[in-house]
Structure formats: structure tokens, C-alpha cells
């Protein structure tokens, strides 16, 4: 089945300790992305990548840094978590490019930082 | 980038077409109409998508107006499974972030029994 897979779904941690969120696609996707979404702010784009070793920053990207080793990874990394990244995660994949490509989103991860 | 308007909420019977309304008065030629929705618990899921033309599947229809300056997804039997914030969406290929998709606040869909 395609699908983007995302771990851990629910997470929850204290200040300062690093995490990651592994996120995977089985659909030789070339574009990745994560997005948080806050109650009342939708869903807001924080990195994407075009492809392997190609990143860039969305509209969010402070507090988190991303990989692109492999095209079906794409792992969210929070090096110093803080309690503002408090939020609900999804990762996102779609082929290269053109206006008719859509996006497929993985469950969500909910992350809590006490 | 060009943005969408939508009603904040709306409200159907199960069994009964609903009519979801999208303005989006500075779309641009190159500007595809999305429409994903998101069930509670869930992340996005797509619906539809279209540049020009009336557009079908099995989920819904997608009527774009002549001048592309609004569009309405119909979904043609609410269902209890139906109920979601529904999210209008223009996505540019050629704009900023390789064409991301900018998700507004939807309308949130609620269907009863």
C-alpha cells in the first residue's frame, strides 16, 4: 500500500532533550515535507526537500533541522526541543513537480515538550 | 501568493449533495485549484484537483466558474464519513517553496444523521 509512515505517532518529552521523527515513503517520491499544525494557525510548512541531499526551509524552520540521505527518508529533527514545538506533525510526499502532483500525508505525530 | 476565501463552517444532512464554495479572485493562468480534507485524528487527505475544466472522481466533483475566480466542491451524498474541515488550495508550480501548497483554515463540514 502506498503510504507515508511516521514515527513516533505521540511523544512526549522535556526541554532540551533531542528528538527525531522518522518519516518514510514507499512511493519514490521526489518531494518530502513537514508541516506542524497549531489550533488556529493551520498547517504550516517547516522544511521540504526536492530531492536526496536537496533541502530548504518552509515558512517555520526555526528550532528544526532535516535529512535527505535516502529519497524514501525524511526524518524531522529538534536538536534542542523547546515547549513552543508543542504541535502536531505530518510528513508529506508527492512526485517532482507541475501543478497537478498531490500530496500524501502521513497520520501525524503529537508531540508534547513539558 | 493568491489565497482563498471559505466559510468557516457549513452544515449538511446525511444523504443530501453539499455544495462547498471557494473564492479565490487573484488565481493566477498557471494556478491549479486543490482540495484536500482532514478527518478528525487524521492528516490531510486529497479530494480533487483541476486548472480549467469541470473536474469528476469517485470522491467528488470540482465546478470551476468561467473566469476561474471561484470554485465548489460537490460532494453528491454526504455521508457521516464526510464530516471534515475541507481545505481549498491554489498551488502555483511556479511560485516559492517548488510550489508548496499554503493551507488556509478550511470549512469545517458537519453532517447530520
Known amino acids: 500500500e502506498a503510504q507515508v509512515t511516521q514515527n513516533p505517532r505521540y511523544l512526549i518529552t522535556v526541554t532540551g532533550k533531542k528528538l527525531t521523527v522518522t518519516c518514510s515513503q514507499n512511493?519514490?517520491?521526489?518531494?518530502m515535507s513537514w508541516y506542524r499544525q497549531d489550533p488556529g494557525l493551520g498547517l504550516r510548512q517547516i522544511y521540504y526537500s526536492m530531492n536526496v541531499e536537496v533541502t530548504d526551509k518552509g515558512d517555520v524552520p526555526e528550532g528544526y533541522k532535516v535529512s535527505r540521505k535516502e529519497k524514501r527518508n525524511f526524518p524531522l529533527i529538534l536538536e534542542s526541543p523547546s515547549p513552543n514545538q508543542t504541535s502536531l506533525y505530518f510528513c508529506?510526499?508527492?512526485?517532482?513537480?507541475?501543478?497537478?502532483?498531490?500530496?500524501?500525508f502521513g497520520a501525524g505525530s503529537r508531540l508534547t515538550v513539558l | 501568493d493568491a489565497k482563498t476565501t471559505q466559510p468557516n463552517s457549513m452544515e449538511s444532512n446525511e444523504e443530501e449533495p453539499v455544495h462547498l464554495p471557494c473564492n479565490h479572485s487573484?488565481?493566477?493562468?498557471?494556478?491549479?485549484i486543490h482540495w484536500y480534507r482532514q478527518l478528525p485524528s487524521q492528516g490531510p487527505e486529497y479530494v480533487i484537483h483541476g486548472l480549467t475544466s469541470n473536474v469528476n472522481n469517485r470522491m467528488a466533483s470540482l465546478a470551476i466558474a468561467e473566469d476561474r475566480k471561484s470554485s465548489t466542491l460537490i460532494l453528491h451524498r454526504a455521508t457521516l464519513r464526510d464530516a471534515a474541515v475541507y481545505y481549498c488550495i491554489l498551488r502555483d508550480p511556479y511560485g516559492g517553496s517548488q510550489g508548496n501548497l499554503i493551507f488556509g483554515k478550511g470549512t469545517k463540514l458537519s453532517v447530520k444523521p
Open positions: 487573484t488565481i493566477s493562468g498557471t494556478d491549479y
Open positions: 512511493m519514490n517520491h521526489e518531494y
Open positions: 508529506a510526499s508527492r512526485t517532482g513537480g507541475g501543478g497537478a502532483n498531490v500530496l500524501t
